[in-house]
């Protein structure tokens, strides 16, 4: 891979990583605090729901994370080794963790009577968002299997043709 692409990837995650520390320390907290002002009975479930999207955010950053060092393996041209596998792993775990998450307030929002300041559309509009990112992260996740797996097949050809050679 051509140097610049993987700066310029490499200055898209830190970004990304910065935007998300901004969202988690300043917009996440500002707007559930906004949100408990202009409608009280939203106060029980802004410290949970805070809660889950901070850790959703690092389960983000933490698979921005592996994608750096998987991109200074292709830097090294040391992709195919099983050392990639661990960076791989951590993705597929990350996409996991953040998926629960989602089902978690999924199931929540699907059983729990939450006040609304007018029709209720806030919650049906949370609700469906919930389901659609639960949809989002396992279809992530089973793209990055059998990503996974073709990068262990490319890495056993690897190994055959280095043997051969």
Do not use: N
Not at 136 to 146: E, H, K, S, T
């Amino acid at each position: 891979m051509h140097r610049f692409y993987i700066a310029a990837l490499r200055v898209g995650i830190a970004a990304a990583i910065l935007f998300g520390l901004f969202g988690q320390i300043v917009v996440i907290p500002t707007t559930a605090a906004d949100e408990v002002d202009r409608f009280p009975p939203y106060a029980p479930f802004a410290a949970p729901y805070v809660t889950v999207a901070i850790v959703g955010i690092v389960c983000i950053q933490v698979a921005l994370a592996a994608v750096w060092m998987l991109l200074t393996m292709v830097q090294r041209d040391a992709i195919f080794t099983p050392r990639a596998f661990r960076w791989v792993d951590t993705i597929i775990g990350c996409s996991l963790v953040a998926t629960l998450l989602a089902i978690g307030v999924t199931g929540h929002l699907a059983v729990t009577d939450i006040p609304s300041p007018s029709d209720g559309m806030e919650v049906i509009g949370a609700l469906a968002a919930a389901i659609a990112s639960v949809g989002v992260g396992a279809a992530f996740a089973m793209l990055i299997v059998i990503m996974r797996s073709l990068l262990h097949k490319a890495t056993e050809l690897q190994t055959e043709i280095a043997e051969v050679v």
